[in-house]
């Protein structure tokens, strides 16, 4: 465990010695506001209207402005896993000092959980800092608190199993440009399945609709948590850990 | 201390290394002397742990390297062929976080780094950036590295490769001096290095153990000829005659200087007597005469191309 933190933590030091983890925050957060503003100012021009005509109910914040963000949070995400997973590995073979780890008393599933650890407390700050929002929203209304933590766990879940994959990409090459492409265009692919599943309702169709890594997020994102899709979400973060882990003991084994 | 029972490492269509056994005692620094790819970063690659053999054992202290691996790497430094660092890190940073993956506790931690530091002279650099470091400095980083859990073994692969002589002259001493307190097997394919620094050595060459000796006995084992450096002053007609003492072999005119000679004989006092008889009462005007040493690039050279 000892091992898993230091690791974790030397990873984390690297990501902010290296631009990427100030990129990637960046990025993140200011696409992100952005695309809440938009949301919040469409909101607030539909409530006027529908105030003018007399509506009565108060419109839901909550779903109105939060669904869409997080939902668009999941695919900005998307975009920005590969930076975060490409050098953890990749780069440790080509600087050879998977050597070092591999020759320390550690074990290959701590040099796993350690870089797996570093990338997912990078990804939740960005999480964190996003927090914001909802809680901007409070001055609009009520909020459904629920819903909304039910959705960043579904995002939280999602980018997680993002960065498992990343990672095992990672781990296969030595060229960390070879594994960020890669990754981005498996996750590219991931996304897009998504969009062939909607528009058929045949087996295939549900199939491919399970397969789909984003479509998982639909449940979360209306503040229903299914065993259905922690499962998924679950068995996907331990299958790309196992793989990582796999992979790791074939280098020694080549 | 370390002791290898015929370990064979098979890649796809290589035999890396074949069949090789040799022992080392505590406190000792052997020398591991090839050509390039003869197997030696293979073989310190299966004492670290790094990657299994296909046959045979390795033991260090007692313990197996594949069956206990985790107690041998625990016991052991290893400095890679290339320095495992972080260019991003500093060197204290560097090494704090190695001696945690050494398992070394954590209130030891700071001491072990700055015993460490003070040992390979790093004082000066410590806070600065690995990536910014020369060559030389690096090496000794990575030296620092292998010695921070202070171990029972240190592997260190071709430790003075890539440096500038005067970085070289450092590290040896630096290594020189870990002798008695760890028990040291480096690589090398530069001959002066293992003769200047290790007691024994061991010969590899195309994954084979060549020879495994001290460097006297080798040399003295591979006295199958002398060689007599011999300069005259008046060099007439003294090849035919040199020739038809009983015992020499062959005789080579020097062209570099005037009157000398290199004469190839049998191992025997008394030829090189019947030499200097001849030369003294053909006046031939001795000036110099002396065996010539066999130097260990001789050894290596016919070790290696011979057998």
Known sequence: MRNVLAIARKDLKIYFLTPIGYLVITVFVGIMSWMFCAALFEFLKRSQAYMQFGGMAEMNVSSMVMQPVLGNMAVIFLFLVSLMTMRLLAEERKMRTLELLLTSPVYPLEIVLGKFLSALLLFSVMLAVTLIYPLVLMIFGSIDVKQILAGYLGVFLLGASFLSFGLFISALTENQITAGALTFGLFLFFWIISWLSGSSASVGGQLLSYISIIDHLSNFIRGLIDTKDLVYYISFITFGLFLTHQSLESYRWR | ?307
């Not at chain 2, 410590?126 to 400095?137: A, D, E, P, T």
Request: aromatic content about 4%; some cysteine.
């Open chain 2, 1 to 307: 201390m370390i002791r290898v029972k015929n370990l064979t490492k098979q890649y796809e269509n290589v035999r890396a290394i074949d069949n090789i056994s040799f022992e080392v005692d505590r406190g000792e620094i052997v020398g591991f002397l090839g050509p390039n790819g003869a197997g030696k970063t293979t073989t310190m690659r299966i004492l670290t742990g790094f990657m299994p053999a296909t046959s045979g054992t390795a033991e260090i202290g007692g313990y197996d390297v594949f069956e206990n691996a985790y107690e041998v790497k625990k016991r052991i430094g290893y400095l890679p062929e290339v320095p495992p660092l972080y260019p991003e890190m500093t060197v204290q940073e560097y090494l704090s976080y190695v001696a945690t993956l050494k398992a070394i506790p954590k209130d030891q931690k700071l001491q072990a780094v700055s015993r460490v530091v003070e040992r390979c002279r790093l004082g000066d650099v410590q806070k600065r950036l690995i990536g910014h470091l020369s060559k030389g400095y690096q090496q000794r980083v990575g030296l620092a590295q292998a010695l921070v859990h202070d171990p029972k073994v240190l592997v260190l692969d071709e430790p003075t490769i890539g440096l500038d002589p005067k970085q070289i002259i450092e590290i040896r001493s630096l290594i020189k001096e870990l002798a008695g307190g760890h028990t040291v097997i480096l690589s090398t394919h530069i001959l002066p290095e293992v003769t200047q620094m290790c007691r024994r050595i061991v010969i590899i060459n195309e994954g084979k153990i060549v020879a495994v000796d001290t460097y006297d006995q080798l040399s003295a084992q591979l006295r199958k000829t002398d060689k007599v450096e011999l300069q005259l002053r008046n060099p007439q007609g003294a090849l035919e005659k040199l020739k038809t003492i009983p015992g020499v072999i062959q005789v080579l005119r020097d062209d570099q200087r005037q009157g000398a000679f290199l004469i190839e004989c049998h191992v025997d006092d008394h030829v090189r007597d019947e030499i200097s008889r001849v030369v003294v009462q053909n006046n031939m005007g001795l000036l110099e005469m002396r065996l010539k040493e066999v130097s260990l690039e001789d050894v290596f050279l016919k070790l290696t191309t011979e057998e």
